[in-house]
């Protein structure tokens, strides 16, 4: 009888326990819509913590249904005590979980467990970019990327260098190579091409025609560049832009020109309210002073993205509101680092194994491929913005210079070869014995300076 009675207690407790189990197989799941955390789509809901619940079901082993927050908040304690929000359906036994950018504080570890982080985030600025940079000494060089820039140097190099080659070995520009100074030397040279890059001109031009085609295509494409540079410059000078600099949250609280706030009723909120640092209380006193706060992410989003209003903010949220639009940028300074975490009821046994499957994916890179799948930067640059140039942009005209240049050497050694030819016919050489002489002496620098101050000293003997 003793042993009868043992089976059956046994037998009642293993079915109650299965029944408990059947009963919590499908969990009760509350978040809220926050892109990309979670997003609408059709009927159905996608985001990263869609995403992320179900890699957590796999590993833990439970059934869910996910179900949106009825309030639509995240969660804090109001005045008589009680929980609004995701954290309120927890506590009062109305959702099992609650997944969502919910961040870990102190306020709600009391009132709910919460596992590991899924998520690191901090609390930063988000601002239009031209209120948040400073204009640079070196602003005149952006309409051009330093590609370019070396590319233009290279560029002007060469084409002085072939004026000046060219000029030496063209007949028809300098003719009398034992007496007549050449007029094209290396200095001049610098000075004719980058007085044509000016549009300003520097004479004497080449008379030869080697020398006008070199300097033809240089010509053009010294106009090609400048308006180039000049469409871009002035496309990066908005005439909207605040020349305020703001870097960090000590700019923010030492000036009064640009706007500022949060989310109301956030952890952001909260850790500017009860904050010692006599920068942050600053900035707190002046949010509720002024009554700056938004009610929504789109809405901080949104006045961010009109001008003269700073959103602050949780680092991750603002992330994706710069890769989603171009003329936002996150300040740099990042503070009051904490994490998103999954609520569930205080001292449920379920939070163990779902901290666990946390690190189980955090360590396989599961986390990190959610991360960058749904942060990915979808921005379309706005138009009036115009990045800086980069060489593949110009590589038309660079190579109409390239063109130029070599079709302006070629005609000068062709011009120097017809010379050399004639000369061999008088005086009964071979042209190729002709043709070296003129090389020889056309390619000496210093024995046509020789020559031509010997000139001169007898013009002044006379």
């Not at 602003?139 to 084409?159: H, M």
Request: charged share 20%; proline share 3%; aromatic share 10%.
């Amino acid at each position: 009888m003793m042993l009868l009675g043992l089976f059956l207690l046994s037998f009642g407790f293993l079915l109650d326990r299965g029944t408990c189990t059947a009963m919590q197989s499908e969990l009760r799941i509350t978040t809220i819509k926050q892109e990309p955390y979670v997003m609408s789509k059709g009927a159905q809901l996608e985001g990263f913590c869609v995403d992320l619940l179900s890699e957590v079901a796999k590993k833990v082993g439970f059934k869910y249904k996910v179900q949106l927050v009825k309030d639509g908040a995240y969660g804090r304690q109001e005045e008589s005590g009680n929980w609004n929000g995701m954290v309120g359906e927890v506590v009062r036994g109305e959702a099992d979980l609650a997944i969502a950018p919910l961040t870990l504080t102190a306020a709600r570890e009391k009132a709910v467990g919460m596992t590991k982080p899924f998520m690191q985030t901090g609390i930063s600025i988000l601002l239009r970019k031209d209120i948040s940079e400073d204009a640079g000494f070196f602003d005149f060089l952006s309409p051009f990327s330093a590609q370019t820039w070396v590319g233009i140097l290279i560029a002007y190099l060469g084409t002085a260098a072939c004026i000046f080659i060219v000029a030496r070995l063209s007949p028809s520009e300098w003719s009398q190579p034992q007496s007549e100074k050449n007029t094209f030397g290396l200095l001049h040279s610098l000075w004719y091409t980058a007085g044509a890059l000016t549009l300003q001109g520097a004479g004497p031009h080449p008379k030869a025609l080697s020398g006008r085609v070199i300097c033809s295509s240089w010509w053009l494409f010294s106009v090609v560049l400048l308006a180039c540079y000049f469409s871009n410059l002035s496309s990066t000078k908005t005439p909207e832009s605040s020349h305020l600099m703001v870097k960090g949250f000590e700019d923010l609280a030492n000036q009064d020109v640009i706007e500022y706030g949060c989310l109301a009723g956030s952890s952001t909120l909260a850790f500017f309210k009860n904050s010692n640092n006599p920068v942050y209380r600053r900035i707190y006193e002046h949010m509720e002073r002024t009554k700056s706060f938004v009610s929504s992410m789109d809405e901080g989003i949104r006045r961010a993205k009109e001008g003269n209003y700073a959103f602050i903010g949780e680092s991750v949220s603002l992330d994706l509101a710069v890769a989603r639009y171009c003329e936002l940028v996150r300040a740099h300074e990042v503070v009051g680092m904490r994490g998103y975490s999954i609520a569930a009821a205080l001292g449920s046994p379920i939070i163990k194994n779902l901290s666990v499957a946390i690190l189980q994916l955090s360590e396989a890179g599961e986390l990190a491929y959610l991360r960058s799948k749904w942060w990915a930067s979808s921005c379309i640059a706005d138009k009036g913005k115009v990045s800086a140039v980069q060489p593949h942009n110009l590589k038309g005209i660079f190579l109409v210079l390239s063109l130029g240049l070599g079709l302006g050497t070629i005609v000068a050694v062709l011009e120097l070869t017809f010379k050399s030819r004639r000369r061999a016919a008088e005086h009964k050489k071979t042209c190729c014995s002709v043709l070296t002489e003129e090389l020889s002496l056309r390619l000496r620098t210093s024995s046509g300076n020789r020559s031509q101050e010997n000139v001169d000293k007898d013009k002044e003997k006379a």
